[in-house]
């Protein structure tokens, strides 16, 4: 085909794609996707056409911030950023206008500006060291050693078991285990060694004969000239004032390298060839446990195969110190870590006072503790025990996690600050249900955190949400049933699930909820519960038959529903809060968290309460339903008549409350807010404002969810 047929039909496909952003094509409806992925597939079969794709969606960007048609640049600012990615060989000259357009991107709002810097940065990154961005991302996905570069990446897909059907859960179990045929570390670093070579030699590099070379040397070979090569692109990134010539030039040097040292030959130079990028390590879970979401992360940072023997972690158990921690903050009491007590509570089995070891350095404090006798122990789970996380703390080869003895008047050794060396990409397949999972389980992980920070200092957590509607289940997405050879190059779940977390990088973030319920029978304790997208309440049916018999004369008499008391405090553009009450029959109510108007503010409550209004005529009494709305950020809901109503939290029938007489709804508390709160309360009691540090740290809980553009300003 020749360069103007290839031209054009690029073109074609690209127009074709800023039809879909307008909703003027009928992919737009379904198989929503597709056609950028078919681009970017087309591309991977002839890389030399890349630069061509650079340079036509330079000039469609160019035009649409000419035309101010901005829904047009994100998308295709990723298209395009996507391509520079993979591409072996861009000129400087359009990687120059690519970086000029980002910072034109500068003076325009969020999230614009935002996306415009980060790829600007990038950019810049990529032209000192060509190859960079394409060798840290198969670093960090694949996990391959580099001290260099020593991150980590994973992807974990969390389904709804009750949303999926088998065949697509089968089908996404045999994409990820097919994805990983192009995932071995062997055939990794080639990739990287392959892909540098190109971007920085472009044609004059003999890539077939590279290729053959380190597909038959040894692994340790391999291993070799993979850490060279990482520490060229490396070095030139770290370099203000590199020297594209010098980079080049070392990395010619060892192209010459392994070339001599297999015997490659003289073989004609083919061109650029293409290097492919293998999809990222993923794993896929069916979400069916509340604290899977947990379990997974800590064995991502601390696999059991790397951690101490179970039998050794008992004995570090019971040496091993507890920190002291706050026990009197209310929304932490939950997920403490504790040792079993070995005491026996019989006297006489305390040891005598001749018995009592000598402390050399003890003080009196220190000889007056009491001495425990060993009794029967249990044995941790590796994944409970708080040896386990201490050991995950500790780089390998690091001393034991048992804490030593402090001796009077030493100070502590200062610890390491661990580094975020490991990002964990949780992706969610569902709907509500899902999301209301997930704010629990995050809600709980803040809460393990407030009281033994693990997770928070070495792992960067990042959140995807994919929805699945109820009527498309059967077609997510168009797969054959059975597995088949092309599964393994036309992935295109894991390749659209791997673009997803790639560049979805602007987080929107969303106000969790906490509620309060109180039910019908005072000696049950009240529950309480954090929602993300919904809170549905309804009229819950009598119990016994006299209370039946009861409520059908109230209902005669004064409709349908149950007397309500509603006390919130009214949103205002003052933002002064504006404490309201009111009395009413109502059938039930709706809070929704999230709006569907995409003009409005995140974080108020739009509640919707169905109100029953009596009606005297001339035919007699009648009742009609109307629409009460409010916009509120807390709300208290009490039924007078202590009659029972059912609470649903995020549309899941799994999380339903029956016998509910009251409930309290507010912005859910971020935990270390709350226990930096209590700890400042207990110097200064008369403080009723937020005094020192709390003043400065966030007070609500915000989940965070990735998504390609973020809030449009």
């Not at 920190?323 to 079993?340: A, G, K, P, Y």
């Not at 036309?490 to 673009?499: P, S």
Request: include cysteine; charge should be neutral.
């Amino acid at each position: 085909m020749e360069s103007t047929e290839v031209e054009s039909d690029i073109l074609r496909r690209v127009r074709t794609l800023l039809r879909e952003l307008d909703g003027h094509h009928p992919a737009c409806q379904c198989d929503r996707g597709m056609l950028r992925w078919t681009l970017h597939k087309k591309i991977d079969q002839n890389p030399s056409n890349s630069s061509v794709l650079v340079r036509i969606l330079v000039k469609e960007l160019e035009r649409a911030e000419r035309s101010d048609f901005r829904h047009y640049i994100i998308p295709l600012l990723h298209t395009l950023m996507y391509t520079l990615i993979k591409a072996p060989g861009i000129s400087d000259e359009l990687c120059s206008r690519v970086y000029d357009f980002c910072k034109k991107l500068l003076t325009l709002p969020k999230p614009f500006c935002t996306i415009g810097l980060d790829y600007a940065t990038r950019l810049k990154m990529e032209r000192t060291a060509p190859g960079m961005l394409y060798q840290r991302m198969v670093i960090s996905e694949q996990s391959l050693k580099s001290d260099l570069y020593p991150y980590q990446e994973k992807i974990f897909i969390f389904a709804d078991p009750e949303l999926l059907s088998e065949a697509i859960c089968n089908a996404l179990v045999t994409d990820t285990e097919a994805a990983r045929v192009s995932q071995s570390p062997r055939a990794c670093m080639s990739y990287v060694i392959v892909h540098a070579m190109q971007a920085a030699l472009g044609e004059g590099c003999d890539i077939s004969g590279l290729k053959r070379s380190l597909q038959d040397m040894p692994k340790s070979d391999l291993e070799h000239w993979f850490q060279q090569v990482v520490s060229a692109v490396e070095c030139a990134g770290a370099e203000a004032s590199a020297d594209c010539g010098q980079h080049a030039a070392r990395l010619e040097k060892i192209s010459c390298a392994i070339l001599s040292s297999c015997q490659a030959g003289d073989a004609p130079l083919g061109g650029l060839q293409g290097t492919p990028l293998p999809n990222p390590n993923i794993s896929f879970h069916l979400w069916t446990e509340d604290d899977q979401l947990w379990k997974e992360l800590v064995l991502f940072i601390r696999p059991l195969s790397q951690s101490c023997e179970p039998s050794c972690l008992s004995q570090d158990l019971d040496n091993f110190e507890i920190q002291d921690i706050i026990s009197d903050c209310e929304c932490c009491e939950q997920t403490r870590f504790s040792v079993l007590s070995t005491d026996s509570g019989i006297e006489r089995d305390l040891p005598a006072a001749a018995e009592e070891p000598f402390a050399p350095f003890g003080t009196e404090t220190e000889q007056s503790r009491l001495q425990r006798k060993g009794g029967i122990k249990k044995k941790p789970s590796p994944l409970e025990s708080v040896a386990f996380l201490q050991a995950g703390c500790n780089s390998p080869g690091a001393k034991s996690p048992v804490r030593p003895q402090r001796r009077p008047g030493m100070s502590p050794e200062p610890a390491a600050r661990p580094q975020r060396l490991h990002t964990a990409r949780i992706v969610l397949l569902g709907d509500d249900r899902i999301l209301g999972r997930l704010a629990q389980a995050y809600h709980s992980l803040r809460k393990r955190e407030t009281r033994r920070v693990f997770l928070t200092p070495r792992l960067n957590l990042q959140f995807y949400y994919i929805p699945v509607m109820t009527e498309q289940t059967n077609t997510l997405a168009i797969v054959p049933s059975s597995p088949s050879k092309h599964l393994v190059t036309d992935l295109f779940i894991t390749d659209v699930i791997a673009y997803y977390v790639r560049m979805g990088i602007q987080p929107v973030c969303f106000q969790v909820y906490a509620v309060k319920i109180f039910f019908n029978d005072p000696a049950q304790e009240p529950a309480e519960d954090v929602f993300l997208t919904e809170l549905r309440t309804q009229v819950q049916d009598s119990i016994s038959p006299r209370e039946l018999s009861m409520t059908k004369k109230k209902t005669t008499l004064d409709g349908p529903g149950i007397d309500l008391t509603v006390t919130y405090r009214k949103v205002v553009m003052s933002d002064r809060a504006k404490e309201l009450a009111m009395s009413l029959r109502s059938t039930g109510l709706v809070m929704k968290a999230v709006p569907a108007d995409e003009a409005e503010d995140l974080v108020y409550l739009n509640v919707n309460i169905t109100e029953i209004i009596k009606i005297n005529n001339l035919s007699g009494r009648s009742f009609s339903a109307v629409a009460n709305r409010l916009k509120t950020r807390s709300i208290q809901v009490r039924s007078t008549e202590q009659r029972p109503f059912m609470v649903c939290l995020d549309k899941d029938s799994r999380r339903a409350y029956r016998n509910v007489i009251s409930m309290e709804v507010s912005p859910c508390l971020e935990p270390s807010y709350c226990l930096q709160k209590t700890r400042t309360m207990k110097f200064s009691v008369h403080e009723t404002e937020d005094v020192g540090f709390v003043k400065y740290m966030p007070k609500s809980l915000l989940l965070p969810i990735n998504t390609f553009a973020g809030v449009i300003q």
